[in-house]
């Protein structure tokens, strides 16, 4: 019999840039998503299909995923299975001064190699169970990453997309709860909004109402996070009510937010 799934979410008092996510035993599917953190995740049992735009990949014990900021992807269970893991999120401008670099790619999104993934997991359980320090903890990642070339350096940031498409964004990042509708932003931009959706899509991969969405998911799990309220993480980030953004939130996430905001601070 299937095991009922938990979701943890753990943070340390010095590690304000860190922040890690324990799921077990989930058969939670997921959709298209993307963050703005850099993404570290390691496999601790069961199978899983990676998918992002160099992939799709298989997963299992022992994998690791490595995701820049913005870039969408999904990870699922395989068909009728429970899976284990654990995401370590990184603030990319904390990275980025760590590393004194502008930007960052990794040199692969899936890999199996135990020179990686031991290290991972060390990086994992210390911030789980506050067994380190910043200084510690920070030198230890410095080190997986340089040691095993998993990054390559940027001399500046990845590039965006067109005027078009980038003029949405800014908007979007910008003013998430009061940004023109789709419609609006087609005409502003001389186009039909048929052909604004093409359009945007085929640069993204998404339509414009799911990047949308993502960013104010994006911004009411950072609210909530800070010790936000949901009625005022949704307010802020334009959902029409708590009950709007609980019911998107555990869609993309498989937690509710009342299980996100308290998350344990050690």
């Known amino acids: 019999m299937d095991r009922p799934a938990s979701h943890q979410f753990h943070r340390h008092p010095q590690l304000p840039w860190a922040e890690l996510r324990v799921s077990q035993h989930s ?3 997921y959709r298209l998503h993307m963050h703005a953190e850099y993404s570290l995740g390691l496999v601790d049992h069961g199978q899983a299909t990676f998918t992002h735009a160099d992939g799709p ?3 299992q014990a022992g994998s690791v995923v490595l ?3 913005h870039v969408w992807h999904a990870c699922n269970p395989a068909a009728v299975t429970q899976w284990s893991y654990r995401m370590l999120y990184l603030q ?3 990275l980025h001064e760590v590393l004194g670099v502008q930007g960052l790619r990794f040199a692969q999104r899936a890999l199996n190699d135990a020179r990686v993934a031991r290290p991972l997991h060390l990086l994992c359980e210390a911030l789980t169970h506050a067994t380190t320090t910043a200084t510690t903890w920070t030198g230890q990642l410095r080190a997986l990453l340089h040691s095993s070339a998993l990054v390559q350096p ?3 940031p990845l590039a965006t997309h ?3 498409v980038q003029s949405a964004l800014a908007q979007w990042h910008q003013h998430p709860e009061t940004a023109p509708h789709i419609h609006a932003m087609a005409q502003a931009q001389g186009m039909s909004t048929s052909r604004f959706i093409r359009h945007f899509k085929a640069a993204t991969g998404v339509t414009p109402g799911t990047y949308r969405l993502n960013i104010r998911l994006n911004g009411a799990r950072r609210l909530l996070a800070q010790g936000a309220a949901l009625a005022d993480a949704a307010l802020a980030m334009g959902f029409a009510d708590q009950s709007h953004l609980q019911r998107a939130f555990k869609a993309h996430h498989a ?3 009342g299980c ?3 998350c344990k601070t050690l």
């Open 162 to 164: 067109d005027q078009t």
């Open 260 to 262: 996100y905001r308290p």
């Open 57 to 59: 990949h298989p997963l």
């Open 67 to 69: 995701i820049e900021p």
């Open 255 to 257: 937690a509710t937010p």
């Open 154 to 156: 940027l001399a500046q």
């Open 92 to 94: 990319a401008d904390w």
């Open 27 to 29: 058969a939670h599917a």
